[in-house]
């Protein structure tokens, strides 16, 4: 039987791996800032906890044994890849593709378009879903950290304290960003900024598909 000082030590050494990897810009970071920049600081907010809940589906298959049967299956792996690959070409061209936007002065800077709450749960979800870095991640994290003894309700538990951890750091970064002074620096270029960020999700999207090839 494995103590709860000995929980606490894995959980804090988890923790201590996590809190670096979780400020290191990606996908995700760049989708949460594009949505306060584009749509507000609400969309960002409710994109954060899509990509939280992300997050706890990883974690929840890599306990149940399914991530370790999707790193050792080629097609499957790939097909995430690709899948991960197509989805971030997709929010790059429809990024590019958006008109010029202005801030609305009437509703404290808010944005002209709006993106519905479960749409802007499911673009952070599937985001961070569709990543297939989080397979191999977790599952080496766990693997060297985490007692294979630990019972699954506790590993569950350390998951839920990690996605709590990457939702506070997207808040914090949502907070920021959809601040009136930053948002207006970033508006002023307009049409530019949509440009920049949906070149941003297509190259992130043909990086992810050349490191596939690469796999291959």
């Given at each position: ?76 792996f790939s097909a995430l890849k690709w899948a991960g690959a197509a989805y971030l070409v997709w929010l790059g061209v429809q990024s590019w593709r958006e008109p010029a936007f202005r801030m609305d ?112």
């Open positions: 039987v494995i103590s709860m000082s000995a929980y606490v030590a894995e959980f804090l050494g988890l923790m201590a791996v996590f809190s670096v990897i979780i400020v290191a810009p990606g996908a995700d970071f760049a989708l949460v800032i594009r949505q306060c920049i584009v749509h507000g600081r609400s969309t960002a907010l409710i994109t954060s906890v899509g990509i939280g809940m992300s997050l706890l589906f990883h974690i929840s298959y890599t306990i149940l044994g399914i991530g370790l049967i999707v790193s050792k299956s080629l097609l499957l002065e009437s509703s404290e800077g808010a944005p002209v378009q709006s993106v519905s709450g479960p749409k802007a749960f499911a673009m952070g979800f599937i985001t961070n879903a569709l990543n297939p870095k989080p397979v191999l991640f977790f599952l080496s994290l766990f693997s060297a950290l985490v007692s294979p003894h630990t019972p699954a309700v506790v590993q569950f538990s350390y998951g839920l304290g990690m996605a709590t951890a990457l939702i506070v750091w997207f808040v914090g970064v949502s907070y920021f960003f959809a601040s009136r002074p930053v948002r207006r620096k970033f508006l002023t270029y307009g049409r530019a900024f949509n440009r920049i960020t949906g070149a941003l999700f297509i190259g992130l999207g043909v990086r992810l598909a050349l490191a596939q090839a690469k796999a291959n």
